[in-house]
């Protein structure tokens, strides 16, 4: 024991020097192990965000660019880069546009596939993983698949993700004419496909085992020295990870909001709606407005688009003005605006709202030596949470709305379940 005793005083600074640099190899160890598990998590986060993104875009695409071109006597191909005078598919321009991305964004790939392709894409071999997306997810248990794989670009770790696609009503005659039709008549909400994202996980840094060697061989020496080789290493995992997180805020907030306006979007819209209906008591309400704009085209058509976008800005800014945090705003294309009224009591509020920005309404925009001015058709309905639906809430209003824009300009209807 006496032996044991003396040989601790007589080595403690080895001892000391020897515990310290253990302490450090496990520090630097682990937080190389930390590092890779929060890149994988967030490099699966900006995934699943870049995929909800492309489908936002198709979704727009779909609505608000195709239908006019049609009607403008565009057809579309699976082969417009070869031909002038066509427009690609909404599912392609997103895809399209998502490798697009790949050219900021090494590693990135955009891929959809389906069970019913188009005819360019009939002989095509899907992968494993894109077979085993198909047969799991077009059954509709699973919202997506997620998998991590080795050895992708060196020594990068890979993030694959697959996501279902669904059939949307505004696709519906598009997709079942004979023209376009894939052997099958399409339903509402039916499996279409799958739309896959391939991410590489950011590669660890290079100066990682340097440090480590250098940390233990200096450890040695000086008490201090782990600690001030892991200061560079913290600072730099800061750094990258504050980069992520921020372009992951970037592309969740481009996801969420209406471009022009910088107000909701309709998926955000149906979000929040949903979440409102999950929360407060039985008898607490929620109140939801459309918002049509009177007499829009004709500014288009006199001042051109951009000054209907400037419009589009000033009434946007005008009603958040007036609603401030009482209610959220949100643009669902065109010139079509819904305000979501989370918690309501009466019937008054709303009236007192809707007269409010009426009045706003009159304040004009002042757009290269010209006045202009709008009014609206606004169109409301008042549900008890806990007895209604997203869908019934959205159809309602806009009954409601329709009704005010037959009636005349300027005029605020308040749906009622008793009548039209």
Same mark, same amino acid.
């Not at 505004?170 to 391939?198: A, M, P, V």
């Not at 980069?243 to 969420?256: D, G, R």
């Given at each position: 024991m006496i032996r044991v005793k003396n040989f601790i005083v007589q080595h403690t600074i080895s001892i000391v020097f020897l515990y310290i640099t253990a302490i450090s190899v496990l520090f630097l160890l682990g937080s190389n192990a930390y590092k890779e598990m929060i890149y994988k998590r967030i490099t699966q986060d900006i995934a699943m965000v870049y995929s909800d993104t492309l489908s936002s875009l198709h979704e727009f695409y779909s609505i608000?660019?195709?239908?006019?071109?049609?009607?403008?006597?565009?057809?579309?191909?699976?082969?417009?880069?070869?031909?002038?005078?066509?427009?690609?598919?909404?599912?392609?321009?997103?895809?399209?546009?998502?490798?697009?991305?790949s050219q900021d964004i090494p590693g990135l790939y955009v891929d959809i596939y389906s069970n019913y392709p188009f005819e360019n894409k009939k002989q095509r071999q899907l992968t494993p993983f894109a077979q085993h997306a198909l047969d799991t997810l077009s059954k509709g248990k699973e919202p997506y698949i997620l998998t991590y794989e080795q050895g992708?670009?060196?020594?990068?770790?890979?993030?694959?993700?697959?996501?279902?696609?669904?059939?949307?009503?505004?696709?519906?005659?598009?997709?079942?004419? *004979? =023209?376009?039709? $894939?052997? &099958?008549?399409?339903?509402?909400?039916?499996?279409?496909? /799958?739309?896959? +994202?391939?991410?590489?996980?950011?590669?660890?840094?290079q100066l990682s085992e340097q440090v480590l060697f250098i940390g233990f061989i200096l450890a040695l020496f000086a008490a201090?020295?782990?600690?001030?080789?892991?200061?560079?290493?913290?600072?730099?995992?800061?750094?990258?990870?504050?980069?992520?997180?921020?372009?992951?805020?970037?592309?969740?907030?481009?996801?969420?909001?209406?471009?022009?306006?910088?107000?909701?979007?309709?998926?955000?819209?149906?979000?929040?709606?949903?979440?409102?209906?999950?929360?407060?008591?039985?008898?607490?309400?929620?109140?939801?407005?459309?918002?049509?704009?009177?007499?829009?085209?004709?500014?288009?058509?006199q001042y051109g688009h951009a000054a209907?976008?400037?419009?589009?800005?000033?009434?946007?800014?005008?009603?958040?003005?007036?609603?401030? *945090? =009482?209610?959220? $705003?949100? &643009?669902?294309?065109?010139?079509?605006?819904?305000?979501? /009224?989370?918690? +309501?009591?009466?019937?008054?509020?709303?009236v007192t709202l809707v007269n409010s920005i009426q009045t706003a309404f009159t304040k004009p925009l002042k757009y290269k030596n010209n006045t202009l001015t709008v009014s609206a058709s606004f169109g409301g309905v008042i549900q008890e949470k806990h007895h209604t639906t997203v869908d019934d809430l959205l159809k309602s209003a806009d009954k409601a709305m329709y009704a005010s824009k037959n009636s005349k300009h300027n005029y605020f209807t308040l749906y009622q379940e008793n009548n039209n």
């Open positions: 608000n660019i195709l239908p006019n071109a049609k009607n403008a006597g565009v057809d579309v191909s699976t082969d417009y880069l070869n031909t002038l005078d066509k427009l690609p598919y909404p599912i392609t321009f997103s895809n399209s546009f998502g490798n697009h991305l992708y670009l060196e020594e990068n770790d890979l993030v694959r993700l697959a996501k279902p696609i669904y059939m949307k009503k505004n696709c519906l005659t598009c997709h079942n004419s *004979d =023209k376009y039709n $894939l052997g &099958r008549q399409w339903e509402e909400n039916e499996f279409r496909g /799958i739309r896959e +994202i391939i991410l590489p996980v950011p590669k660890k840094d201090l020295s782990g600690v001030l080789l892991i200061l560079p290493l913290v600072k730099n995992l800061k750094e990258s990870l504050n980069q992520t997180e921020k372009l992951a805020i970037k592309l969740k907030y481009q996801a969420n909001h209406d471009c022009l306006t910088k107000v909701a979007n309709l998926n955000y819209l149906i979000t929040l709606i949903e979440e409102s209906l999950k929360t407060g008591s039985e008898t607490e309400r929620v109140g939801l407005i459309f918002i049509d704009l009177d007499k829009f085209k004709p500014i288009n058509d209907g976008d400037a419009m589009l800005c000033h009434v946007s800014s005008l009603i958040e003005k007036v609603i401030k *945090d =009482k209610a959220t $705003l949100a &643009r669902i294309g065109g010139d079509e605006f819904v305000l979501l /009224i989370s918690t +309501i009591s009466t019937n008054a509020e709303m």
